[in-house]
């Protein structure tokens, strides 16, 4: 005979809920795993990026010059100023620009010394290796008046009694009174401003002169326009210059003078070489006996 099993409801109805709860059992078992996989990870990236962060270089925050001591601040200060001193001495300083003259020289220097006017005037040599020989003209003021007179006189050769230290006395008289009465401070008779009177009466002067008054006049004229281009100050008095009588003559003969000779009162002071000419031509005027005499 056979024997019959048979299984009641309960608990086939039992196994069915223990086999459920295993089943959830087991899902939650594999959700933890993957929630703790996900920790894991996510535990060992931080790990990473802190160790990262850790290992960078913190450079610390400078303190405010508020916050430092006076003394630090005006260390820094000295420091700064020594660097930058340091590296504008570094840099190429740029080449200083220096004028180009545009008056010719012509071969020619002009100097004063000891009261002494002296030119040296170069002449070119036919090797060009050589330097060129130089002339050396030099005379002193006494010299130079002396040498006028003496071209007054020369010029002048109607008036028998004039003699050279009359001129030279009436260039002096002149300046002499300028200095007394507070007009200028520094005298006007110096080498360049006899060699510019000269100049002046050259042109000036002529030989129908028959008068000793007439030619005071005129010399005198040509003082009054040399102290006005060449003197110190800005204004001069007439007073001294100007004879009362000729005071007509006076002014006629300064604007014919003007006219005349302003592009050759222009050219002595600007060339060189035509103010070593006039040198040299006033130093040719001394009388050759009276130059024995001194000798």
Known sequence: MGTVLSISPASKKASIMDAEAAGEVHKNDKSLKRHSMFVSLSWKKLVANSAKKSAKKVTPKPLSTRELPSSQVAQLNSENIRKTHQTEEKKPKAPI?????????????????NGRLSTVQKQPSSVSLVSPRRIVIQASTGELLRCLGDFMCRRCF??????????????????????????????????????FVYLLCQDTITDSIDSQAELQGTF?????????????????????????SNKDVFWETSLQIIDSMSAKMLQLNADPHFFTEVFQDLKNQRDVSESTLDR
């Open 158 to 195: 109607k008036l028998k009694e004039l003699s050279s230290g009359e001129v030279i006395l009436w260039f002096r008289n002149i300046d002499r009174t300028l200095l007394i009465q507070g007009w200028q401070d520094i005298g006007f008779i110096t080498p360049a401003n006899v060699v």
């Open 220 to 244: 005198q004229t040509c003082l009054y326009l040399a102290y006005s281009y060449m003197g110190n100050e800005i204004s001069y008095p007439l007073k001294p210059f100007m004879i009362e």
């Open 97 to 113: 620009p220096v004028p180009v003259p545009t008056v010719p020289t012509q071969n020619s220097e002009v100097s004063i010394q």
